[in-house]
């Protein structure tokens, strides 16, 4: 098993640009998360999906949208940049709601 | 509401025993965790331990928990310097899927 795995690894967008982080899981968890980390911030909830077809906004969903078609895969958009969304990005997912399971990072820097 | 709290920053001399505590609000957490995360990679969880237990321990780590005062903390045995990293306590409510992450604390382990 992969495990969790996330898409980009590292990504240098300018300011007002579009992208997608993808995030898949092999573990067939339900749900679905997506976080921040910034310094001394912790771990900070964006959007998470409790299934396939569903998600909900966590503490800081503003300027993010996220889709969950597949059950295995969670896809954080941004759709106009801003520097104060550099940070790096962790996907998480657990079967229902117990021990997370994380990603390695996406490292977003937006000039 | 909930909040988990934790120092910022310990520093420990290789071969002495670690101890990163954590306090939490909750009064209806069901689950407690410890998280590790390494430079550069994702968070991955070391143990947790149930509200109704006190005491849990796996080969050097020893977690204790003290639901009177809302005391979580961590003790590592003969840390070595693959120990150092950033630790994140967390608490999941009973009945929620939705984790509270602390800010993390970094142990920084010197010959």
């Known amino acids: 098993n992969a495990g969790v795995t996330q898409t980009p690894k590292f990504r240098v967008l300018k300011t007002g640009q579009s992208m997608t982080l993808l995030c898949a899981q092999d573990?067939?968890?339900?749900?679905m998360y997506w976080y921040r980390q910034d310094p001394g911030m912790g771990l900070r909830l964006i959007h998470y999906s409790v299934g396939e077809g569903t998600t909900a906004k966590g503490e800081v969903p503003d300027g993010y949208n996220v889709s969950r078609l597949k059950k295995q895969n969670f896809l954080l958009g941004l759709e106009s940049a801003a520097p104060s969304q550099t940070s790096v990005y962790f996907c998480?997912?657990?079967?229902?709601?117990?021990?997370?399971?994380f990603g390695p990072g996406t490292r977003l820097l937006v000039l | 509401g909930e909040d988990v709290e934790q120092s910022l920053f310990l520093s420990v001399r290789e071969g002495d025993s670690s101890v990163i505590n954590c306090t939490y609000t909750d009064s209806s957490s069901t689950y407690l965790y410890w998280y590790k995360q390494e430079p550069g990679a994702g968070l991955q969880l070391l143990t947790y331990i149930f509200s109704n237990m006190d005491m849990k321990q796996d080969q050097r780590l020893t977690v204790l928990l003290n639901k009177k005062d809302k005391h979580l903390s961590l003790r590592i045995a003969d840390t070595q310097t693959g120990d150092s990293a950033i630790y994140f306590c967390?608490?999941?409510?009973?009945?929620?899927?939705?984790?509270?992450f602390g800010r993390g604390t970094s142990l920084i382990v010197h010959p």
């Open positions: 573990m067939n968890h339900e749900y």
């Open positions: 967390a608490e999941r409510p009973g009945g929620s899927y939705i984790p509270t």
């Open positions: 998480a997912s657990s079967y229902f709601g117990e021990t997370q399971y």
